[in-house]
């Protein structure tokens, strides 16, 4: 720990400048506080900087244990609030009691956070059980959840309009404090959580050998890992009540730490806490540096994420130990049709006739109705470029993902995880705040724009030796990461351009074109078609790197093939369905569990249910809400999310 | 001939030196047995031999440098099996095998009726013509072994490269698949590298026996060379015995 005598006193010297720089114009208040004989500034001092500047020493210990202990207890240096959806959940949590029970909230926001990050925490750790906690896996489930509540809370702020965009403006993880009670509450948490985290030192030490050698030395591994997941958990939730999110600081600390040689568990579990203090009040610090010369409110939170998405991709090349073999197949042995064309032939008949019949019928006031040839005439022009528009994004997506499944022999590989959509929503907010009033033009080109930087980025990634697959969904995961952190500081100045993109975020069909639906269309097959020539790749890759590499597969062009085709499929479908909708992951294994094997026949069949569960949401988006429409995009996700995890969290076999 | 010419090779990873300037010629159309104790570098010499993985120094496999090799050429003339092969989820045996074919006719060629010829008799050779329509996951483990020996068998390659190829067998599957390679090298005029643990198994089904420690060359010799007590001692470390079976051939035991 050579290094830390100089960096910690340092970085502890940095965070007081800057906050010093920020506290210069405000005069101090006498002791105690007392509000009735203090000036303004006093008061704005003593009860607005100062808990300020205690309270991200606190949170940033505390996110540091929290990380700290999830990466002990999973053995995964990549583990933290964040990257295991347990933040996202107590923000779902914290969402849906603020409007559909206002009253849980007297009780205090804490219980209720509490219950949401507990409830993703465990439904991540479930479906990491089945995979013998993979930590890529793990991340990717844990990003995974973290969407799918994310895009709840979306949906749900979107239903219940524009007052709560200030929730909106509190997950972007605002240090800004009114009095002393946030310290109270936090500096309690910190002192329970550190010293239980202390109990917990030396089962931990014993469980880093492993869930058999540790149950071999006569420790009880179950309940040591939930003792410290739900310490974990109630840690960083009770940061999440008190602040919002904060992403990162959990992945940051450890990480510094270790990388400044500390070796085992004990000194990772005492020092991991002061680095987080340090990061965190530095990040805070140079927030405040800005905002006083700006004025305007930009969360910490968004910072911090800033800083995560690029450290997670430096972290990725320093994770060892892939995972084992046969570790991430979802289910046992799927079914295998001998006659494939007989049932793809089938698919793409039922698709014809229910996009026919989707034309003609719809919902009127007070029934439902077949419409007659004038009306169609009438209709067409709106209805067809939304039908195109859907199957041809669903069959886009749906390609995408069958691709990369393939290329990374990880099923839980989608378009959602690759970045791409990450990077296309920036370019859509780039353009939304660049321009005063952009075209709709201007705001797709934006958008493929942005995809493309993402998949530049990841493109940069691949081209690296030696780097599997697996690496490059995280470095994805990392791309989203920032993508999400950018977005909440933007959607954080909370006016009418936020809402726009809050709403273009969830999805949204109806504005599309007649030629901007074929355009896609006309994508889409070609991707099929580009599909169809790699399928020999497609069926060499998923036996991993050394056996493709044994065959004289060239590694690095088919990688580089698949992935512009997927990112483009992504990049073009993104436009009209918002950046998550799932259909990238559920088409390709819907396909798969009906016995779709051959490569060929499992990238056609993925084609055909996407397109058509797409038409079923866009269906569903027009009727449901009827007369009002919901966006699509977020409907495929309310639909996706909950059979995906069904299906990642049952038994193989 | 040889078939690797080996100069002055070396592989690091950060904090250990996994073989350390090795300089070695393998000769051709033998059975070559590479052991050594655990971490001697034997498996990360096979991992060089077959491009898996870089290292410095000079390599030639059949008198060109490796690196001069195109992949697919590269693969036609040699074929790699790794130590766990991985799950081919709903594939059949027969197009595990036929994977095989992708160095001659690659990602858009035709697949002509030499392929199908190759596929058939590969899979005959290897003795899993019965199973051509199962899925590989199904099988046990010493015939999924010989359906990706089949494999490696359809890329007609003349040098195989095997990483451990029985370490997860029992006994009568080991003998099985030692002897299946053995007679293929044998009577096609193959050559094969083998990565084994087992020094008897060694001794028994291989002509030619490369021994590491600790990165570098020990021994280098036929099997009669490698049993005696001496020479087991500097390999691994540990006293040996040599004893001899009632059909003259020697085997090792720790003594």
Redesign the interface.
Known sequence: MTATRTILPLAAAAACLLWLLAARQLPLPGWPLDPEGMSLGQIRMGFGLMPRGVIALLAGAALGLSGAILQVVLRNPVADPTTLGISSGAQLALVMATIFAPDLLAGGRWPIAMTGGLAAAGLVLTIGARRAFAPVTMVIAGMLVGLTASAVATAVTLAQGQYLLSLVIWNGGSLVQQDWSGVRNLSAVLALGGAAAGALARPLRVLSLGAEGAAGLGLNVALVRLAAVVLAVAVAASVSAELGLIAFVGLAAPALTRSMGARGIGPLLLWSPLVGALVLSICDGLVLAVEGSGGEMFPTGALTGLVGGPLLIWLLPRLRGSTPPGTETAEGTAPRLSCPGRLLAVVGLGLITAAALLLWIGRVPGGWAVLDPGSMAAFLPMRLPRLVAAAASGAALALAGAMLQRLTANPLASPEVLGVSGGASLGFAAVTFAVAAPSGLMLTSGTMAGGALALALLLAFTARRDMPAERVLLAGIAVSAFASAVLSATMAVGDARSWAILTWLSGATSTVSLAGALSLAALAVAIWLGGLATSRWLSVLPLGPSVSGGLGVNLRLARLVLIIMAGTATGAATVITGPLSFVGLMAPHLSRRVGLVRPADHLTGSALIGAGLMLVADFGARMAGFPYELPLGLFATLIGAPWLIWLMTRRPG | MTLFQIRNLSVEVPGRRLLDDLTLDLPAGRVIALIGHNGSGKSTLLKVL???M?AHGHVAFEGRPLSHWR??????RL????Q?????????VR?LVT??R??W????GRFGPADHAAVAAAMEECGVTRFADR?V??LSGGERQRVWLAMMVA?QAGTLLLDEPISALDISHQVEVMDLVRRMCHAQGRSAVIVLHEVNMAARFCDHVVALKAGRLVLQGSPADLMRPAALQAIYGLPMQVLTRDDGLPVAIPA
């Open positions: 077959a491009r898996q870089p992949a697919r050429d590269h693969a036609r074929a790699f099996l790794p766990t092969t991985p799950p081919a989820e709903g594939m059949l197009e994977l095989g992708y160095p006719h690659g990602a858009l899925l996951d199904t890329q």
